[in-house]
């Protein structure tokens, strides 16, 4: 007992990292139980795996994705970190149970680019909160860190092909319009995953360069309890010694620490930039 509480600690899972991803599973499966399939759309990886075996032979989508992802995992368990791998089984097993739900009411529209654009943005949202808590959907994730393993391949390439491969006999299924209209909903869901994980729990990089380096560092440290690191740079053209501030800090935080510099140096030069990640770990995720 002693053992396996040790080794969870090691893993430093967080509650509101469990609860996350859960949150992302619930709206990723209501989107596919409530949008996705009342409007006949279809899906990529895994679970577009899941919507054409549902749609072809009506095998159930809890069943079939609860399958396809175990042999998934099993297959690509050593090409993750532990904890990613059992945050991504936590997300798979709230997706069977929401996926299992009755579903209460069934949307219709002819307008279908009305349920496309909006299952986009809800699936992109859940994935988003799912990545932002460290865990995955499984699926075409693990066949892009598998065809990286074997052939070299980018993850993203790997996967952009696995959902690819996928979505093409969806065209004997549910036809060409309505498989247009997939390929559309994925790009609509991975822009808003991209713009979700650049906004939500973002971090930016701030660099400052100025003479009063000392004060403006002094002011930020004393009024905001930033982390600041100074470097030592010299000038090109000039030759002269500079000191540049470096900070990574949240937006709103910026929005603090701008107005002190300008406070301490008017002329003070600024730079500030979004950064994806701010671990090693979570750089892996991205690449």
Do not use: C
């Amino acid at each position: 007992m002693k053992s396996i509480k040790r080794y969870w600690n090691q893993l430093n899972i967080k509650t509101t990292e469990l609860i996350g991803v859960a949150i992302g599973a619930f709206i990723y499966s209501m989107t596919y139980n409530y949008l996705l399939l009342p409007s006949h759309l279809g899906e990529g990886g895994a679970m577009g795996v899941t919507a054409l075996l549902y749609y072809a032979f009506q095998i159930p989508s809890y069943l079939s994705n609860l399958l396809i992802n175990t042999v998934l995992i099993a297959l690509g368990y050593r090409l993750f970190e532990k904890k990613t791998t059992y945050l991504t089984i936590w997300a798979i097993a709230w997706m069977t149970v929401f996926l299992k739900l009755p579903v209460l009411y069934s949307y219709h529209t002819h307008e279908l680019i009305v349920p496309t654009l909006l299952a986009g943005a809800l699936t992109g949202i859940s994935i988003g909160l799912i990545f932002r808590y460290n865990g995955t959907i499984a699926g075409d994730t693990i066949i892009g860190k598998l065809l990286n393993y074997f052939f070299g391949m980018s993850v993203g390439t790997g996967s952009l092909l696995f959902d690819l491969v996928i979505v093409i006999p969806f065209i004997m299924i549910i036809g060409f319009t309505n498989t247009i209209l997939t390929v559309i909903y994925l790009y609509v869901y991975s822009v808003f995953t991209n713009q979700f994980m650049a906004n939500v729990g973002a971090r930016k990089a701030v660099l400052i360069v100025s003479p009063r380096y000392q004060e403006i560092a002094t002011t930020i440290s004393k009024q905001l309890g930033q982390e600041i690191t100074i470097f030592n740079g010299t000038g090109f053209y000039s030759s002269a010694d500079q000191h540049i501030l470096y900070m990574i800090a949240s937006p709103r935080r910026v929005t603090k620490i701008v107005p002190i510099i300008e406070q301490e140096d008017k002329n003070a030069l600024i730079v500030v930039e979004n950064i994806r990640s701010t671990r090693g770990l979570n750089m892996r995720r991205i690449l």
